[in-house]
């Protein structure tokens, strides 16, 4: 049975991402879109680059439904780092994938448990630029890819978000993580894609997990077991820095 827990801040940052951009306004008095805003929340502000989302088009009611989502996913993993720990809201999660709960939620574990270790931990980790390198939707299904740029001495990276509808909603079915630059080659080849179809299934958790193309194992197989929330980081740095050193040795 799902959890119907919300993320935490999910609601307060669709608010926000909905109510304090930058917007400039027209000479009759309407509020028209900018290409970058300003997001504000209790840890600070960080600005979102929509330009690429705007080349496409206006940005209608499903595409701000999906931003928002994509940008409440970013802050919960980043806080996660600075030791705020929550849980997806297993309701949009899509019912075909929902080993993908568990995994988001092993993945805000690590992060916590990595944060904790290291000496240099601060909000460097939070977003401070957000961009959008592509969000197509079509026939039901919609790819995201974003380019997060965390506030300071933290390298950026990319990461792919998979929806599908379901009523008026939209349902994750994957996040494709490109931790240290393993899922590249994945991002690329999804946003060659313009098959709708083959992003809900050859893009989906349940047939592209984390280990099918990073190197490593999901977030939640560091976790020890019975709920004991223990992290095994030392097989974690050692399988990263394994799948790093393979990555630099391939380029």
Known sequence: MKRKILIAGLLCLAMLAAGCGNGSTAADGSLTESDVTTVKTDDGSYTVDKSAVLAEGKIDGDKQKIMDAV???VLLFSRAYNGSVSIVDGDRIADSESALEH???????VLTALGQQDDTRHDGFLPHTITYELLDIQDGAARVIVNYEPRKGMEPWREGYIFTQE?????????????NGGGDAVLDNLAASDDPAEWTTTYSYSQLPRSAYDGLHEYGDYIGPFGSGEVDLE????EDAIAEYNRTENK
Do not use: F, H, P, T
């Open 71 to 73: 940008e409440s996913y």
């Open 103 to 109: 995994e988001c939620d092993s993945r805000a574990v």
């Open 167 to 179: 009523g008026r909603d939209w349902q994750l079915v994957n996040v494709i993580v490109n931790y």
């Open 235 to 238: 097989s974690l740095k050692y």
